[in-house]
């Protein structure tokens, strides 16, 4: 475990995988190790990425991280596919992408699936910035798909989000979820090599002097071409513009504090959560109330008091 902490806080990508994996499957253990490396997290810079499907958004995050590279930064990637869980898709995509930088030692990249944990992958994604955070990544990029409100919060854990969009979309853009939106900080309209790039761009500039309610001015939108490496460097200016922005305008240490905050709750949560599971599945207690209130005999309001009850008369024992 010291060797683990001290290999990772020296930026060794074999302890730097260990650790994630660790906080994977063993979360006894990952919490102390996540103790022992706080005190060297709050340093990077953390770029959410997300869009549909087919976007282009691992193309896009590798030619980002190139960039950031070429600068001499250390870039961790974080990779979240929530529907991986079944087809695998995310490994598969590792290994691709792995080829390309595995001769650069200063690229880190790690695929993360739900694997049905429900909420847990927001917690797995702290937990992995954390770690990469420590590990003297200068740049952590979290790529998703950007679908539902997991996905929401996933990006949450960015400083800066970059929505990618694609021509071809026409008035579907319509339909895009509000939530992604205003999520966004920067727009990319990938494939701008395609036509129709433009319209994307003045459709999204139309949707925003609708939404007035925004406090924030209207993000940037990049026209990009991943697969062609255009547009990519007016991409990364774009986001490091808007995180000096935001950095003076003290925005980020708001956005920090939130996060700060999502973090101790979700964790709380949990804990409570598997300490209530577990002390009513113990016994047995946990099916005889899903039956009882199947039947009727009991609600499943003051099913919970009792179980709570319960748990505070143990907790006082144990004290
Ligand atoms: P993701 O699912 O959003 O991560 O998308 P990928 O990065 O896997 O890209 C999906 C497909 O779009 C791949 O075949 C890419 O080669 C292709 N693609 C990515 N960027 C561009 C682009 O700028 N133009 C075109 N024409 N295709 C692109």
Redesign the pocket.
Known sequence: MKSIVEGMIAGDERSIARAITIIEEEPEIAAHLLKDIFPYTGRAFIIGIT???????????DKIAERYRREGKKIGIIAVDPSSAFSGGAIL?DRVRMQRHNLDSGVFIRSMATRGQMGGLSRFTGDAIDILDAAGKDVIII?T?GVGQDEIDIVSHSDSVVV?LIPGMGDDIQAIKAGILEIADIFAV?????PGADRVVSELEYLFTMLTESVLEMPEIIK?????D?GIDLLVEAIEKRHQKVIESGLLNEKRMERCENRLVSILRERLLNEAMENVLKDGRYHEYVNAIFVRRIDPYSAVEEIMKGFGRREQKNA
């Open positions: 869009g549909a499907p087919g976007v282009g958004k691992s193309t896009l995050v995509g790529e798909v990618v990938n494939k701008a090599d395609q990009t071409e991943a697969l062609y255009s």
